[in-house]
Every structure is written in C-alpha cells, then in structure tokens.
C-alpha cells in the first residue's frame, strides 16, 4: 500500500479515509503526535531537537521566514516519502488552516513536482459536491490499491 501525503495536512477527515483503504497517511497530526511522545525531546511546547532547523534548509532556502524553514522540517520529509498525494484546493479553514501561506504555497508546489499519482480536488460547497468529493477520493485510493 502506499505512502499518500495530504494537503491540508492538518485534515484528520482525509488522514482517516486514506488508513480506511489501507494506506498510510503522511499528515502533521501524525508527525506531531510522534515528536510529543517520543522520549528524548527536551524543547518543551517546541518539541524539536537542535537537528530540526537545519532538516528545513534543505527544503527552503536560509532567506525564507524562520516558520518557513521550521514547518518544512516537519513536511519536508513527508513530501519526499510520499508515494502519492491528494491535494484540496480552497479547502475551508474549519478543515486544516495549516498558518503560513508561503509555506502552502511551497508545499503544493514541491507536491506536484514529483512523479507520483496525485488527487488534486477542490473542496466542496454543498452535499451534492461533498458526494461526489468523497465518491472520487475513494476511487483514487482504491486505484492506488490496484496499482494504478
């Protein structure tokens, strides 16, 4: 099964269907709950090592914002493990506000530069849309499943 990455990575609703379909998702919640309950963190709230801020430059430049740089070292590498992806556009901020905007844009970005399959839906604005939006990620996942 694959690795998919979500975007918004906050969205816990798509982290929930990618497992149902017996893939792993890549989100920040996962990502998160493994700094805070891994022993050996000593940075509380940040829960980061003196490593992390150096893993962010390699995916954004030493000139970018500091946030950029700090949340990149969280996506970053789930970006370059992923194996597939499923992007929403103008997803509501009830659904994942994940607060920095250049690094949304930095993450769609680096998304779809790789060579992966990849869902890229916009989100949707009333039941019949929220249908067919569940309907075509649920055959992206089973596709992913078949190898397609």
């Known amino acids: 099964m694959a690795k998919v990455f979500i975007y918004p990575s906050t969205s816990l609703i798509l982290s929930d269907l990618v497992a149902r379909y017996g893939h792993t998702p890549l989100s920040?919640?996962?990502a998160i709950r493994e700094r805070i309950q891994t022993a050996g963190f000593e940075s509380p709230p940040l829960q980061i090592t003196p490593e992390e801020p150096k893993k962010g430059l390699k995916w954004a430049a030493v000139e970018v914002p500091s946030g950029v740089r700090g949340r990149m070292a969280l996506?970053?590498?789930m970006i370059g493990?992923?194996?597939?992806?499923?992007?929403?556009?103008?997803?509501?901020?009830a659904f994942g506000c994940m607060g920095c905007a250049r690094t949304n844009e930095l993450i769609t970005f680096l998304v779809r530069q790789k060579d992966i399959p990849k869902l890229d839906l916009y989100y949707p604005k009333n039941e019949e849309e929220g249908v067919k939006f569940v309907a075509a990620i649920k055959r992206f996942l089973t596709g992913l499943g078949e190898g397609k």
């Open 28 to 30: 920040s919640a996962v």
């Open 75 to 77: 996506y970053g590498p």
């Open 81 to 93: 493990e992923c194996e597939a992806a499923i992007i929403i556009n103008d997803a509501d901020l």
